[in-house]
């Protein structure tokens, strides 16, 4: 995903992933869009300083589905069809807990 696209998903509301299902894109209340690992709650800043580069290659950010695709249609996976780190079939991405 370039940084456009990843800026719309999570602007229409659509979890998107970097990496894993670990990580996800959150956009905070100064309109900063954080890369955030759920489990501990550390993060990074979506692009360098100046926002231009991601802080991450573009393939391996992805926007999360539901199992069944019914909850969301227009979501896709990465175009490799797999999280890094996740086995095919195992847990659907949950949305982050609480906001920073």
């Known amino acids: 995903m370039t940084l456009e696209e990843i800026k719309a998903a999570v602007d229409a509301g659509q979890t998107v992933h970097w990496a894993n299902i670990g990580y996800v894109v959150h956009k905070d209340w100064l309109g900063q869009y954080l890369i955030i690992y759920v489990p501990n709650g ?46 095919p079939g195992s847990a659907v991405a949950f949305p982050l807990g609480r906001q920073l």
């Open 42 to 87: 550390s993060c990074i800043g979506l692009t360098d300083r100046g926002g231009d580069r991601l802080n991450g290659k573009e393939a391996e950010f992805f926007v999360a589905r539901s199992e069944d695709g019914a909850d969301n249609p227009g979501s896709q996976s990465r175009p490799d069809g797999q999280g890094r780190g996740v086995a």
